[in-house]
């Protein structure tokens, strides 16, 4: 959906649970702000008992104390019965604030939750904060981080990621969940928001076209896997290639590394081949 055509959703006025079926399956619950889920009828193990990870967003264009004392009662209330669930905070809609503003405005979230956290007697509570907007790639990249952290295989993943850049002349590669756009691993080199921004849109021109001209894949996964070069103004190239149905290898590598495509379609054959070994262990 277009940033421009959220301004037309209707608010959140109930707890919805939408299914989300992918290279792994999960539920996302979004919970209208006004509900209070510490009240008796509601039941807070049940909500919270199975939960992987709990995003609360704060609104930056608005006053947002509010938000931020039930943020800090509901933290209190997960260290107690569930420590383990990861808490990511977005400060949202900072499109149009100035980088100065966005800072400060972080900022002050960030002291005032340890301050009231350290106040209940908890300290050194794992938040992570993320500055996020729909109108740039912020938001995918901030959801990217929050599923990096449900995968228990993510420091194999990185690994696999590294084994292949190292042997075949890549800079940067990213493995994509296709139809959301979040990554699910990277390689250990930082991530740069320009390179990630350009992967992801390289993900809506492949889509658009296979729309166009793609095939439906066969049951026995014997249809080939779709692969994609694009050769950029700057001397770089890109590089794609599908895994399977969900995801697809998306890479960025100098002009003179695409010379031995031999060489590296063979690296990612098998990268593709450990990776599906990673994934038979994990449902076995």
Not at 17 to 35: L, N, T, Y
């Amino acid at each position: 959906m277009p940033p421009t055509e959220t301004l037309f959703l209707e608010s959140t006025t109930r707890i919805t649970k939408d299914p989300i079926h992918s290279f792994m399956d999960f539920q996302v619950w979004d919970f209208p702000g006004q509900i209070d889920f510490f009240d008796p009828t509601f039941d807070f193990d049940n909500i919270f008992g199975e939960l992987g990870a709990l995003i609360w967003v704060l609104d930056a264009q608005d006053e947002y104390l509010e938000a931020l004392s039930k943020l800090h009662a509901t933290i209190i209330q997960i260290q107690r019965n569930y420590p383990m669930i990861n808490i990511e905070v977005f400060i949202h809609k900072v499109d149009g604030l100035s980088d100065d503003y966005k800072i400060d405005t972080q900022r002050d979230i960030v002291q005032r939750t340890q301050d009231e956290l350290s106040d209940a007697g908890f300290d050194n509570v794992q938040i992570s904060y993320h500055l996020t907007s729909i109108y740039d790639h912020s938001i995918f990249e901030a959801f990217s981080k929050v599923i990096q952290k449900l995968i228990p295989q993510l420091g194999t993943l990185e690994n696999l990621l590294n084994v292949l850049c190292s042997n075949s002349g890549i800079e940067k590669a990213f493995l994509f969940d296709v139809l959301s756009k979040i990554y699910i691993a990277t390689d250990s080199s930082p991530v740069d928001v320009q390179s990630y921004e350009i992967c992801s849109d390289y993900i809506d021109v492949i889509v658009d076209i296979s729309e166009i001209y793609g095939y439906v894949h066969d049951q026995d996964g014997s249809a080939p896997e779709a692969c994609s070069i694009i050769r950029l103004q700057n001397g770089m190239v890109l590089y794609l290639r599908e895994i399977n149905k969900y995801l697809a290898l998306i890479c960025l590598m100098r002009k003179e590394s695409i010379e031995k495509q031999g060489l590296i379609e063979y690296n990612v054959q098998v990268f593709q081949d450990a990776l599906g070994k990673v994934f038979e262990m994990r449902g076995s």
